[in-house]
């Protein structure tokens, strides 16, 4: 009697997992309605508080301003190709050090030189970052900003003194309510600031995985485990490090549909950028893309990821999947800053044909 209870609820509990992952995954139930916020200009009290505790700053009339350093960008717009060519060259000439180890992962800002050490710093969809190269080996460090801080394109020559980082920079503001394709207008709260902050502070790394502790908390990873998932892989070098990857049916629609975004490039080996989604569905979760590593949340985190990047880390939207008639059509919707449509996806022969249908661009 005891068994035909226990095997009753083993029953009722797989039952539950299908009827969920069924709700979560597939069109059919009734969706949500989505709730926008009305958009507040944040005041000054707002930012100062913002403003992480290990990161000091002063007042300093000698630094440019946050208006003098948008003006080049600004005055970039007018350039000819051939100007366009002379300042790709001279980036890149100022940069190599940095970009032999790191390549496209980052835009950078600015570089030092040492004996044995290179120092930078560098941007991302995340944010800030520090970047340090010892004896030849390669170690980036997430700076934790508030996204009010800007830093400037121009900083001094030795930004890096003994354990200190000192940067330029300014607190800023998005200006109004804004929609793509522009981005938001910022506006400078408190100019002409040196940032100044303890590197022991950034380059904390508790598990030891080489993604600093600042890092971790951003994009919810275990900043005291190495391995957050308990995959046997370690984060840093882990495809998917917030879910374990499974081989099934619907896992594999959106690892391949993922892969289809990629399919020109192989970015699997980019230790610091990922592709990013929102999902309560356990197949998307469940992901191993070939081309990209993934950072795939339940709908509910987004209100706990606060990165310095002064949009979203992640604009990519992909839906639930309807299905066909036919039983082996199915269809997802997809959308982004830049456009929208569709994925049709066939499933015949234990693998799928997949095609990708914009029916919106911007």
């Not at 944040?42 to 403003?51: G, P, Q, S, V």
């Not at 717009?77 to 790191?102: G, H, I, P, V």
């Not at 896992?251 to 391949?256: C, P």
Request: aromatic fraction near 16%; glycine fraction near 6%.
């Amino acid at each position: 009697m005891k068994l035909l209870y226990l095997f009753s609820i083993i029953i009722t509990l797989f039952s539950c997992k299908e009827y969920i992952t069924e709700k979560n995954c597939f069109k059919g139930q009734k969706e949500k309605n989505t709730r926008h916020r009305e958009f507040e200009v944040d005041n000054l009290e707002k930012i100062i508080k913002a403003n992480p505790n290990y990161i000091k700053f002063t007042m300093d009339q000698n630094i440019i301003s946050f208006e003098e350093n948008n003006a080049e960008e600004r005055n970039s717009a007018l350039y000819d190709e051939t100007e366009w060519k002379k300042r790709l060259e001279e980036y890149n000439n100022q940069f190599a050090a940095l970009s032999n180890y790191f390549n496209d992962q980052f835009l950078y800002i600015a570089i030092q030189k040492e004996r044995n050490t290179i120092f930078g710093v560098a941007q991302n969809q995340f944010g800030y970052w520090f970047l340090e190269i010892k004896n030849n080996i390669p170690a980036a460090y997430y700076l934790g900003l508030s996204n009010y801080t800007f830093i400037n394109k121009k900083q001094r020559k030795n930004f890096v003194n003994e354990d200190k980082l000192m940067l330029y920079g300014s607190f800023v503001r998005i200006k109004g309510s804004w929609g793509y394709p522009f981005g938001p207008q910022m506006e400078v709260v408190k100019d002409r600031l040196n940032f100044e902050c303890n590197l022991d502070s950034i380059r904390k790394d508790s598990d030891k995985d080489h993604f600093n502790d600042l890092f971790e908390k951003l994009v919810l990873l275990d900043p005291n485990s190495s391995d957050t998932d308990n995959d046997g892989i370690s984060d840093f070098k882990d495809i998917n490090p917030l879910n374990k990857a499974e081989n099934s049916k619907f896992t594999n629609l959106y690892s391949q549909l993922i892969d289809i975004d990629y399919k020109n490039y192989d970015f699997s080996k980019n230790n610091y950028s990922f592709a990013g989604y929102f999902s309560d569905c356990d197949y998307f979760q469940k992901v191993g893309p070939s081309k990209v590593k993934v950072l795939i949340y339940p709908e509910n985190e987004r209100v706990n990821l606060k990165s310095d990047y002064k949009l979203n880390m992640f604009q990519e939207y992909v839906g639930k999947i309807k299905k066909d008639t036919d039983g082996k059509t199915f269809y997802i919707n997809f959308g982004s800053g830049a456009g929208g449509g569709y994925y049709k996806a066939i499933y015949e022969n234990g693998k799928w044909a997949l095609t990708k249908n914009s029916t919106y661009n911007i």
